[in-house]
């Protein structure tokens, strides 16, 4: 069981790597919040769920899966915020230049 926590935990750390590395690699706020939304989702998804295998029955898995439903719930939300705040500010999307 230990093997398959461990695993989790790995998988969600790569995707939490992509969405740091994708931050820095995208050039405008709006490709910046879609790469970072759905990674980091799916990042914290994998390693949440390998603490929770880790952890068992217990209390804190009851604590665990409540983060896990919070995060759900709020990153679309932040998300969506983020870009429409970008919006009104007057941020235009990127347009690759003409070469």
């Not at 804190?60 to 998300?79: F, G």
Request: hydrophobic share 60%; no cysteine; net charge positive.
């Amino acid at each position: 069981m230990e093997f398959v926590s461990i695993f989790f935990i790995i998988a969600g750390l790569f995707f939490l790597i992509v969405a740091a590395i994708g931050v820095l690699r995208l050039p405008d706020v709006f490709s910046r919040s879609h790469a970072v939304s759905l990674t980091d989702s799916l990042g914290a998804f994998l390693m949440l769920f390998g603490v929770a295998i880790h952890e068992g029955l217990s209390k804190n898995l009851m604590k665990i899966l409540a983060v896990l439903a919070l995060l759900y719930i709020q990153n679309p939300v932040i998300a969506h915020a983020t870009v429409r705040a970008a919006l009104r500010v007057g941020l235009k999307p990127w347009k690759r230049e003409a070469s």
